[in-house]
């Protein structure tokens, strides 16, 4: 009979443990996927302004070529 409670406080502290473990993961588990989210926006973000900052650029030198060519045009 004694030996028996004793296994019972055993499993019944590892069962504990075991919960404890994980109350203390779960936040620590939130917070990783937190910061990995926060981390694919901004590099989103970064993909997103790069790629617009070269359209800007292509664009610009587009209608430079477009102004060039129409002045051309007119002085001719």
Do not use: C, Y
Not at 35 to 51: E, Y
Request: charge should be positive; proline fraction near 1%.
């Amino acid at each position: 009979m004694m030996f028996n409670s004793t296994r019972h406080n055993d499993l019944r502290r590892a069962v504990l443990v075991i919960s404890q473990d994980h109350v203390i993961l779960k936040p620590v588990v939130i917070s990783v996927a937190h910061a990995m989210t926060r981390f694919v926006i901004s590099a989103a973000l970064i993909i997103i302004i790069v790629i617009s900052k070269e359209l800007v650029i292509s664009a610009a030198r587009i209608i430079t070529e477009a102004i060039g060519i129409t002045v051309a045009a007119l002085v001719i």
